[in-house]
């Protein structure tokens, strides 16, 4: 079960604990989920960065990324789209919640 009160550094959680949507994550765990993502051939739809206050995430409006529907059968560059996004934003905001598609 995901511990909503902490950010996870660790990208494997994200995996074992069914994370996506609700797993708050640093930026280099971001990152690690959207690569492992890409190698498990799972899109990465949606990125939303904040603020973390230990506990607490607060969700930012001007830091959220979405899947590019026109990148819908290139998941590689869709999800490097993804990793940029993050990198881009690591300086603003400490905390990020990655949403995938269901993994069956």
Not at 29 to 35: D, L, R, T
Not at 45 to 65: A, K, M, Q, T, V
Request: glycine letters at 6%.
């Amino acid at each position: 079960m995901v511990d909503r009160s902490i950010v996870y550094k660790d990208a494997e959680l994200f995996f074992k604990l069914n994370g996506t949507s609700v797993m708050k994550l640093t930026a280099n765990a971001a990152v690690n989920v959207c690569q492992l993502a890409t190698k498990q051939n799972i899109r990465v739809n949606r990125i939303e960065g904040g603020i973390w206050h230990s506990p607490g995430f607060e969700s930012r409006l001007d830091c959220i990324w979405d899947a590019k529907d026109w990148l819908k059968g290139n998941g590689l560059k869709n999800n490097m789209l993804a990793i940029e996004f993050i990198r881009e934003e690591a300086t603003n905001h400490q905390a990020f919640i990655v949403s995938i598609e269901k993994v069956t």
